[in-house]
């Protein structure tokens, strides 16, 4: 593709150098140069992508595209705004592959994930060619691809739907984070059904405020639909969970078919009759499209919520409310989401990715709900990540737990001792007696410990890393899994 091509499509843009020079690829970080790619220099957080021209030229990089100019060997696209243009050259570039399949986007501070599973699960059981981005993979055509953050780049994320496009998938449903849209990683992408899951304190590191979060989340409601199609496929749908604030700002703002789900306000997808017990979670839902009763298999009121939201993105693909009971009913969680782990102990152990204030709370009050005996929670908070939510997650800890373990999650560049401190400042600012909770700084004497503490019938949750394989202290990925250290605290009982 001529550079002079690609310029055409960005206004107030200047090309400094032969426009005609053939650009073979696309990216942005100079360590996975090809040759004759388009090479982006994006202004970023912690360096400057302008520094790595060199470095991008020398690996074979055919052009730039740049917000100054450099002195560089090679042609020079100048734009105002390089992540905008890297947006529109990759949609570009691959086709514009989000038009050619129904995308469902989800947001929201918890649920993302576990939504994203089971629309997965009710679309492919419905005969659907799904693909799935997120958190914990990226999966289509029947294999799946580890993923580094949420929500990928724009280059990287065109490149993956091209991919998916190319192997025939029909819809894909993904998460997409606050950060990602703040930074512009999904535009372009076109979504027909955008759902809000729920709006509660993270990330206020880099949002700052709540409303500037809101507003992060906001952008994927406020850039969907804003002409009205004549055909019904083509209509857009902003799905939004009726029972939280956030979401009468999100319909202000959308001018997509809002749809509603909820427990307490009264909504076009409407649970009642909630029961939730140790091993699951039913209740009765009434739809736009009839009403059923529902058994899940995952636990807490949280994942009625999150069925919800998967009900409605299911009915609005077409897909037959008693299909979707069979689907939900069949799937028996989600890797790392309240997942229990059993070696043979006559206490209950479960693992949950909880790493928020909110989460924490809900599955601590789900897990409460139905212990028996005593709830021992092994939890930390990740360095290099909003600081405000340490105190409030300690609180919350200690007021729905009977023993806290205070440990560490992923410090990263942090000191781990500190973030511990962090945490604790929470129950001491609480009144929390010292006898209630102790600080094991090594998540896996900290699980060890809360094992060895266990009785019969009590509960041990141990919260903030779900699905991941690693530990990231300092810049070195451990490997660590809580599911494995905590089968290997159980076994050492026995010895
Ligand atoms: C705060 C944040 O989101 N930062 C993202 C941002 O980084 P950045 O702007 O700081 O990039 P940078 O490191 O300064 O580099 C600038 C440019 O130089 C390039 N570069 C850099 C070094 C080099 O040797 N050569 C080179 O070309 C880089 O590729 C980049 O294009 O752009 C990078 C490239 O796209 C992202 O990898 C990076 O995510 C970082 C790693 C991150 O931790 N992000 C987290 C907070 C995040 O996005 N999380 C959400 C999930 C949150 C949730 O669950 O709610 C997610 O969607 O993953
Ligand atoms: N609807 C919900 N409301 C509140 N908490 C929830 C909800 N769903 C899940 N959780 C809690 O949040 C944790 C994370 O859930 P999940 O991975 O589905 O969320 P996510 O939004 O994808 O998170 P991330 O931002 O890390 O991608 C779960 O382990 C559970 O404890
Ligand atoms: N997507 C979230 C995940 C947090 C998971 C927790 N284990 C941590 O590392 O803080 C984040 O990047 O903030
Ligand atoms: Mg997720």
Request: hydrophobic share 40%.
């Amino acid at each position: 593709m001529q550079l002079q091509q690609l310029a055409s499509l960005l206004a107030a843009s200047r090309i400094v150098g032969d426009g005609t020079v053939d650009c073979r690829g696309i990216g942005a970080d100079s360590r996975r140069v090809h040759q004759g790619d388009l090479f982006l220099c994006l202004p970023g957080f912690t360096v400057d992508g302008h520094d790595y021209a060199q470095q991008a030229v020398a690996s074979g990089a055919a052009a730039l595209v740049v917000e100054r100019e450099l002195n560089v060997p090679v042609p020079q696209l100048i734009v105002k705004d390089a992540r905008y243009a890297m947006a529109v050259l990759a949609d570009y570039m691959f086709d514009s592959p989000s038009r050619r399949m129904r995308m469902i986007g989800v947001t929201g501070t918890n649920g993302k994930t576990t939504i994203t599973y089971l629309i997965e699960k009710i679309l492919n059981d419905a005969g659907v060619n799904t693909g799935l981005i997120g958190t914990i993979q990226m999966r289509y055509g029947g294999r799946s691809y580890p993923m580094s953050g949420t929500t990928p780049e724009s280059v990287e994320l065109q490149r993956y739907l091209g991919n998916m496009a190319e192997q025939g998938v029909q819809c894909c449903a993904m998460e997409v984070s606050s950060h990602a849209l703040e930074q512009g990683r999904v535009k372009g992408t076109d979504f027909r059904t955008a759902i809000f899951t729920n709006l509660t304190q993270d990330h206020l590191d880099y949002h700052n405020t709540m409303e500037e979060y809101r507003a992060a989340k906001g952008l994927l409601f406020s850039r969907l639909g804003n002409t009205f199609s004549r055909d019904a496929s083509d209509s857009k749908y902003a799905v939004l969970n009726a029972d939280d604030p956030a979401s009468s700002y999100f319909q202000a703002i959308t001018a997509a078919q809002v749809i509603t789900y909820g427990v307490e306000k009264k909504s076009d997808v409407q649970a009642s009759h909630i029961a939730v017990g140790a091993k699951g979670t039913s209740f009765h839902v009434s739809t736009f499209k009839g009403d059923t009763d529902i058994v899940l298999r995952m636990v807490g009121k949280f994942n009625v919520y999150n069925a919800l939201a998967a009900i409605t993105a299911a009915l609005l693909e077409g897909v037959a409310l008693a299909d979707i009971k069979y689907s939900l009913e069949s799937i028996a969680g989600v890797d790392g989401r309240v997942e229990p782990v059993d070696a043979g102990q006559p206490f209950a152990v479960i693992v949950d990715y909880a790493h928020t204030p909110d989460g924490l709370e809900n599955v601590l009050r789900t897990v409460k709900e139905f212990a028996v005996g005593k709830v021992w929670c092994v939890f930390g908070c990740g360095g290099d990540r909003d600081r405000t939510k340490r105190p409030l997650m300690g609180k919350i800890a200690a007021q729905y737990s009977d023993h806290a373990f205070i440990t560490s999650d992923n410090p990263r560049t942090e000191d781990p001792e500190a973030i511990l401190k962090d945490i604790e400042q929470g129950l001491i600012d609480e009144g929390i007696p010292a006898e209630r909770y102790e600080l094991i700084t090594d998540r896996r004497a900290a699980i060890h410990k809360a094992v060895e503490m266990a009785s019969p019938d009590d509960v041990v949750l141990i919260a903030g890393k779900g699905h991941e394989t690693y530990q990231l202290i300092g810049k070195t990925v451990h490997e660590f899994d809580d599911r494995i250290v905590a089968k290997e605290a159980i076994r050492g009982l026995s010895k």
